[in-house]
């Protein structure tokens, strides 16, 4: 850089650049060395009187290595100019002060949500998998007992044994094995004559003659002479434990025709591209395309984190893993034997805030592909001597015209409230459901419009825009922060003893607050922070999932509302 722009220190490889790069094609390969970003040439004050853009240069070294000769070349390139925040939260662009409102959207990771058949009125039990980047996924059971997955939308079903099997849990005998629930039932001696052989039967109880001694034992295994003597004492039921695969499981295997892994993987093919020539080196591309490839699905670090949390597992995978899978389709049984909840998909918990800094990311990402995608093109008709011109092979152009268009013209980017200070304040703290990758007005219903009880504390349950966008434009809560993976967190003091602590204060997201009891704000203390009072107002789960205010004694009470005015904006 030249002496009048100096630059900022050498900031760490951007992960956006380490994605796409490097870019490999038959005859060159480009590698990223490293970038700087300038100081701006002009102050904030300059930029505002000449109605410019306060915004910085960023200039990157690559090297260009070609293949056919081994000839390697370092080269500068101006990647763009990137608009700087000021030290108010803001941007400046063509002299006006621009914010840029955060977003607020669906989480990455595994949501349970349950529905009914259209035709024949079943329960349906539907997954869908979003990951941090990359296509959606669902999985669905319930109308024929099998249980399906789209590895696309809008892609054609297959059995989830099939992606089990491709993901190396190879045969039936050790799926039915990850599968196998154990069930305590009673049956008549009719039912169990008919099924005993079929699944590993124990007694539950033991029997007795008419002198109380016992013939068979409890844990006993019901076998064929188990059954005679049942018969023969006259024993019209009997309490038995089964351990055999769930019914969907094996409905599942039947539906699935594949006995290994290369089979599988050629299945999902067939099924994902009926037309295309099937080979086993295609077969196995589109398999990792789809699930195995973490450059076009990535569940790191949100997607991860959910998963990680749901299922109490510590994989830090990027992509699903077989794992998982198991993982996914056990809560799924779990949740048709009522063992389990359905998700609540309008809760904070599972939405979550994406700030300017991951907006922008992905803005520019998308746009650093489409340059990767061109350069693969221009190389093929490039001489030896051409391609090692970085001019040539590497424009940035989209870069800088999709940065132009994300602070220009996004419906994020908003002209700065500047009634008052307040106003201004109240602008940078808005929440917006619309956007890129957000909700569309015209088709948001009621359910992701309304009031829910996890924005105690954390959105303004007041301030929101009358009209078509009530509901979808939100404020932050007064005293509501946003943890390091974007979920916002309230504040809590700690109860210990039956006082308060208002030294010991912990922020807590909307899952972690469901598995504690909350007092409120106004719960009478005395000068000591005791609580007086023998029973306290708090917030619950209930057994149906729901966060309901109830009645507790005072030493039940572990968290307390630091402040009642803290449920509102400003």
């Known amino acids: 850089a030249p002496p009048s722009a100096p630059t900022l220190p050498t900031p760490a490889p951007l992960p956006i650049v380490l994605g796409v790069f490097p870019i490999d094609t038959a005859k060159l390969r480009i590698e990223y060395v490293n970038h700087a970003i300038e100081r701006p040439a002009k102050s904030m004050e300059n930029c505002r009187k000449a109605g410019l853009s306060f915004e910085a240069m960023v200039r990157a070294n690559f090297r260009l290595i070609n293949k056919e000769t081994g000839e390697i070349r370092e080269q500068p390139l101006i990647i763009t100019q990137i608009p700087l925040m000021t030290p108010f939260g803001t941007f400046l662009i063509n002299g006006a002060e621009r914010v840029i409102v955060s977003q607020l959207v669906r989480s990455p990771g595994v949501y349970f949500e349950g529905g009914k058949d259209k035709l024949s009125g079943a329960q349906i039990y539907m997954v869908t998998l979003i990951p941090d980047r990359g296509n959606w996924m669902e999985i669905e059971a319930g109308k024929d007992d099998v249980i399906y997955t789209r590895l696309r939308k809008k892609a054609r079903k297959v059995p989830v044994t099939l992606v089990l099997k491709a993901l190396g849990i190879e045969s ?21 004559r008919s099924v005993f052989d079929q699944a590993e039967y124990t007694a539950v109880e033991p029997l007795l003659d008419s002198k109380g001694k016992e013939i068979i034992k409890e844990g006993a295994a019901i076998t064929g002479k188990a059954m005679s003597l049942l018969e023969n004492h006259g024993a019209s039921s009997f309490l038995v434990s089964s351990r055999q695969p769930d019914r969907w499981i094996v409905k599942t295997l039947k539906a699935d025709k594949t006995m290994n892994q290369e089979e599988a993987v050629k299945q999902i093919f067939k099924e994902m591209q009926p037309k295309e020539r099937l080979t086993l080196e295609a077969a196995q591309s589109l398999l990792s395309t789809l699930l195995t490839d973490q450059a076009y699905n990535t569940f790191t670090p949100i997607g991860r984190y959910k998963i990680n949390k749901r299922f109490g597992t510590d994989s830090n995978s990027a992509v699903l893993t077989g794992d998982d899978y198991v993982s996914i389709v056990r809560h799924l049984i779990d949740i048709r034997e009522r063992k389990a909840n359905f998700d609540d998909i309008d809760s904070l918990a599972n939405r979550r805030i994406r700030r300017v800094g991951e907006l922008l990311a992905e803005e520019i990402q998308d746009s650093m592909l489409k340059v990767a995608k061109a350069t693969r093109d221009k190389v093929t008709i490039y001489s030896s001597e051409q391609m090692m011109n970085l001019q040539n092979v590497l424009n940035t152009k989209p870069v800088i015209s999709s940065i132009r268009n994300f602070f220009g013209q996004s419906q994020l980017s908003q002209f700065m409230e500047q009634i008052n200070p307040l106003s201004s ?13 957000g909700l569309n007005r015209k088709r948001a219903g009621v359910e992701v419009r309304d009031i829910h009880s996890s924005h105690y504390s954390r959105i303004c349950p007041i301030e929101t825009p009358e009209g078509g966008n009530i509901g979808l434009i939100n404020s932050l809560s007064s005293y509501a922060k946003l943890n390091q993976y974007g979920f916002i967190t309230a504040p809590y003091a700690k109860v210990s003893n039956g006082r308060k602590n208002e030294k010991n204060v912990i922020y ?39 966060i309901l205010p109830k009645e507790l004694p005072a030493s039940k009470a572990e968290y307390i509302d630091l402040l009642s005015s803290r449920v509102f904006g400003f």
């Open 425 to 437: 304040l109240a602008h940078k703290r808005r929440l917006s459901s619309l956007g890129p990758g």
């Open 172 to 192: 039936n005998e050790e799926i039915e094995r990850l599968f196998t629930i154990e069930k305590t039932e009673r049956l008549s001696t009719e039912q169990l």
């Open 508 to 546: 807590m997201d909307a899952e972690e607050e469901e598995y504690h009891s909350i007092a409120q704000a106004n719960t009478a203390v005395d000068e000591k922070n005791r609580l007086t009072s023998k029973t306290v107002i708090a917030r619950q789960r209930s057994e149906g999932g729901e």
